[in-house]
C-alpha cells in the first residue's frame, strides 16, 4: 500500500478527522493567545524581558506538567483527559477576554502570564493524550501518516494563529477578542472529541485508587524506565529531543537573522515558516513512501546531519537582501530534516510500548524535550547577541550534525 492510499484512508477514518480537526483548532488559539499576549506585554510595558517572559512562562509549567501527565493519560482514560482540558482552555480564554476587557495595567499583565501558564499546563495533558490515542484510532499500519498529517496540522495551525487569525482578530477587534475566539474554538475542539471511541484506562482496580501522589509518581518512574531499559526507545527520544530544542532556538534567533542581514522587516519573520511547513510536507512524504528502505534510526539520524547540513550553509548564505532566494530553500530543507527526525521518534515512542504504558513513555520524552529547551531558550540568544547570530547558527549546525554522525554509528552497531 503506498503513501497516497494510506492518507486517503486517514481522511475517510471519522475518528481521526475528529481528533485531527480538534487539534488544529486547540494548537490555533495556543498560539493566537500567545501572540495576543506578547503583544500586550509590548504595549504596557516596551520592555524585551517582559515579553520574553511570555514564551518562557510556558516552558516550566509544560515540564512539571508531562511529569505527571503520562500516569494520569493512563490511568483516567485519553479521551476523558482530552475532554477535560480543552474544556479548561475555553475557561481561560474566556477569563483572558473578560480579564483584559476590564483590568486595569498590573492585573492585566498578571493575568497574561497566569492564562499563559495554566494553558501550557492542560496543554501538556491534551498533547499526551492525543498522540497516545493516535494508535487506537489509526491502528500501526497507518501511524507513520497520522503522525505525518498531525504534524502538519500543528504547523498550519501554529501558523494560523500567528500569522493569519491571530493578527486579523487583533487588527479588527483589538488583542482581548483573541480569548473570545479561542473560547470558540476550544468549545468547537470539545465537541469534535467527545463521542471519540473510548480505551479502558490502565488503573481502573480499587488498588490503584489508593495513594494518587504515589501512583504518579510510581508513573513517572515506569516511564523513564521504558526507556532507559530499550536502547531504540532511548536512541530516538534523545534525537527527537535535540531536534526540538534546536527548533526552539532556531524560531528564538530567525527574526534577528532576517531583520539584520537579510533586510527582511520583523513583522515578515512568520511568513518563513511556510518553506519550512512546505519541508515538512515532503519530508513526510518521503518518510511515508520510503519508510521500509531505512530503518527508523538510520531515518533519524539522517534527518539530524541534514538540519546539521542546512543550519551550517545558512550561517553562511544569510549576508544581504539578494542572499533571500538561497536562504528560502535551506529553510525548506530545515523543514524536511525535522520530519526525519521527528515522525520516525513519535512512531517508535508509540508503537515501542505497551499500550497501558504508552501515555507514560510519551509524556517522559515530553518532559526531556521541555527540560532540555530551558538552558538554550535562556542562553541562545544571550550568546547571539555577544558574538553574532551566524556563528550561533553554526554552532548549532555543527551540533546536529554531530549528533546525527553518531546516531548513524549506533543504528548500525
Known amino acids: 500500500m503506498d503513501g497516497r492510499s494510506l492518507d486517503r484512508s486517514l481522511l475517510k477514518n471519522g475518528p481521526f478527522g475528529r ?26 510595558t516596551h520592555s524585551s524581558i517582559k515579553t520574553g517572559l511570555v514564551i518562557l512562562s510556558s516552558i516550566l509549567p509544560a515540564f512539571l506538567t508531562s511529569l505527571v501527565a503520562g500516569a494520569v493519560v493512563d490511568r483516567r482514560g485519553q479521551v476523558p483527559v482530552l475532554m477535560v482540558s480543552h474544556a479548561a482552555r475555553a475557561l481561560l480564554a474566556l477569563a483572558f477576554w473578560l480579564g483584559l476587557s476590564f483590568l486595569t495595567d498590573g492585573p ?16 501538556q ?29 500543528t504547523l498550519a495551525a501554529e ?5 493569519l487569525l491571530g493578527p486579523l482578530v487583533i487588527r479588527l477587534a483589538g488583542a482581548p477578542a483573541v480569548g473570545l475566539m479561542g473560547a470558540v474554538l476550544c468549545l468547537t475542539a470539545l465537541a469534535l472529541v467527545t463521542p471519540l471511541p473510548r480505551s479502558r484506562p490502565a488503573g481502573e482496580s480499587p488498588q490503584r485508587e489508593q495513594g494518587t501522589l504515589a501512583h504518579l509518581l510510581a508513573g513517572l518512574q515506569a516511564g523513564w524506565r521504558a ?34 542581514y537579510l533586510g527582511v522587516s520583523v513583522e515578515n519573520a512568520p511568513f518563513l515558516m511556510l518553506p519550512g511547513g512546505l ?9 511515508g513512501r520510503w ?21 551550517g550553509l545558512l550561517s553562511l548564505l544569510s549576508s544581504g537582501a539578494g542572499r533571500l532566494w538561497l536562504v528560502l530553500p535551506l529553510i525548506l530543507g530545515i523543514g524536511v530534516a525535522l520530519a526525519m527526525v521527528i515522525i520516525p521518534a513519535r512512531t517508535v515512542l508509540q508503537q515501542r510500548p505497551p499500550a497501558p504504558l504508552r501515555g507514560r513513555v510519551i509524556a517522559a520524552q515530553l518532559a526531556l524535550a521541555n527540560a532540555a529547551a530551558v538552558l538554550p531558550l535562556l542562553l541562545g540568544g544571550a550568546l547571539a547577541d555577544h558574538v553574532g547570530i551566524r556563528p550561533v547558527m553554526g554552532l548549532l549546525g555543527l551540533l546536529a550534525a554531530s549528533a546525527g554522525a553518531v546516531g548513524l554509528h549506533q543504528a548500525r552497531s
Open 108 to 123: 492585566a499583565l498578571a493575568l497574561i502570564y497566569a492564562v499563559n501558564v495554566a494553558g501550557a499546563t492542560f496543554n
Open 291 to 311: 519508510e521500509k528502505r531505512l530503518s527508523w534510526p538510520v531515518w533519524s539520524a539522517v534527518g539530524l546531519t541534514a538540519l546539521g547540513g542546512s543550519l
Open 159 to 163: 501558523g494560523m494563529g500567528i500569522v
Open 279 to 287: 519541508g515538512f510536507v515532503l519530508g513526510s512524504f518521503l518518510v
Open 19 to 44: 481528533l485531527w480537526a480538534a487539534q488544529f483548532s486547540a494548537v490555533t488559539v495556543v498560539y493566537s493567545l500567545s501572540l495576543a499576549g506578547v503583544v500586550l506585554v509590548e504595549q504596557q
Open 227 to 260: 526507556i532507559a531499559r530499550d536502547r531504540l526507545l532511548s536512541l530516538m527520544a534523545m534525537q527527537a529531543t535535540l531536534a526540538a530544542a534546536l527548533l526552539l532556538v532556531l524560531l528564538a534567533l530567525v527574526p534577528g537573522l532576517v531583520s539584520r
Open 125 to 153: 495533558f491534551a498533547l499526551t493524550s492525543e498522540l497516545a490515542l493516535l494508535p487506537d484510532l489509526v491502528g500501526k499500519t497507518n501511524l507513520v501518516s497520522a503522525n505525518a498529517l498531525v504534524q502538519f496540522g
